[in-house]
């Protein structure tokens, strides 16, 4: 079992001034810890489920460049990118970027996107959900070029690139995280494009979830052994290292191999889940 660590909020006591150093500390600290992932949010404004929109937010890939430039080894990636918030030839190239300057540590997290609020704030597209999701199959699709060096041009449905061009390529092939459940379609593209999937701990069906990703991986003709099945899992600041490692351990009987705690006050967590670590 792995264990991930996301970090959903700034309002780190101090104000503005101390997000720098604070994201900093935290990102050292799960690093040295031994934590196999660090992740952040790609959302330009606070969701619901974690505070008010006008709390503050940062840019995911910034924040990623920065969190790789305090670090020496965990992996980075957004959970997840929303496949609106940016053109996908531009995505491939900032994920490629973060692989290079981090040493080949950057994952490629990515889903149909959902913040209806947040886009219409901003000016950003938000078509239909069935267009995203072909939004979605497009990017993966070019994803696999552009890490393989094919620079032919690329005419999809709703995108054209003329030439896909990667230079440099990064340092690993990115791993693909798509993030949710999604019987029908979500789940199919992991089968189908990615390395992982993301679901959520607490899910009553998360077991069936598991099933159906077998399901599409037979269908494919896919492994589902080579699908690393990644969780994120709400960690409170006053959670005991004992129920932790316990709710691990339920996830880990159903083929978990990777917990990724999301922490809405990670300024104050980071010795629990070293410590969680460290007794695994």
Same mark, same amino acid.
């Given at each position: 079992m792995r264990i991930g660590l996301q970090v959903p909020a700034f309002n !780190?006591?101090?104000? +503005?001034?101390?997000?720098?150093?604070?994201?900093?500390? *935290?990102?050292?600290?799960?690093?040295?810890?031994?934590?196999?992932? #660090?992740? @952040?949010?790609?959302?330009? !404004?606070?969701?619901?489920?974690?505070?008010?929109?006008? %709390?503050?937010? =940062?840019?995911?890939? +910034?924040? #990623?460049?920065?969190?790789?430039?305090?670090?020496?080894?965990?992996? #980075?990636?957004?959970?997840?990118?929303?496949?609106?918030? /940016?053109?996908?030839? @531009?995505? *491939?190239?900032?994920? +490629?970027? =973060?692989? @290079? =300057?981090?040493?080949? /540590?950057?994952?490629?997290? *990515?889903?149909?996107?959902? !913040?209806?609020?947040?886009a219409r704030g901003l000016g950003l597209p938000f078509p239909p959900l069935g267009e995203r999701f072909e939004w979605l199959e497009e990017t993966l699709r070019l994803a696999d070029r552009m890490w393989k060096g094919d620079e032919s041009p690329v005419h999809g449905r709703h995108f054209t690139f003329e030439r896909p061009l990667n230079s440099p390529q990064p340092l690993r092939r990115p791993p693909i995280l798509v993030g949710g459940g999604g019987e029908k379609k979500t789940l199919r593209f992991v089968a189908r494009y990615a390395d992982a999937c993301n679901l959520f701990a607490g899910a009553p069906d998360l077991e069936r979830k598991l099933e159906v990703l077998r399901e599409h991986c037979d269908r494919e003709g896919r492994p589902y052994e %080579?699908? %690393?099945?990644?969780?994120?899992?709400?960690?409170?600041a006053g959670a005991s290292v004992e129920e932790t490692l316990d709710e691990i351990g339920r996830l880990g009987a159903l083929g978990i191999d990777q917990v990724i705690f999301s922490a809405r006050e990670a300024h104050r967590v980071t010795d629990l889940v070293a410590e969680v670590n460290r007794r695994l």
């Open positions: !780190f006591p101090g104000g +503005t001034e101390r997000i720098a150093p604070e994201f900093a500390r *935290i990102a050292r600290e799960a690093d040295q810890a031994g934590l196999a992932s #660090l992740w @952040v949010m790609d959302h330009f !404004f606070q969701i619901p489920s974690v505070g008010e929109a006008e %709390e503050p937010m =940062l840019e995911a890939y +910034t924040t #990623l460049a920065y969190a790789a430039a305090v670090t020496e080894r965990i992996t #980075l990636g957004t959970m997840v990118t929303g496949v609106n918030y /940016r053109h996908p030839g @531009v995505l *491939i190239k900032t994920v +490629t970027t =973060l692989d @290079v =300057l981090s040493g080949g /540590r950057a994952w490629l997290g *990515i889903g149909a996107g959902w !913040f209806e609020e947040e %080579e699908i %690393e099945k990644t969780v994120l899992a709400t960690l409170d």
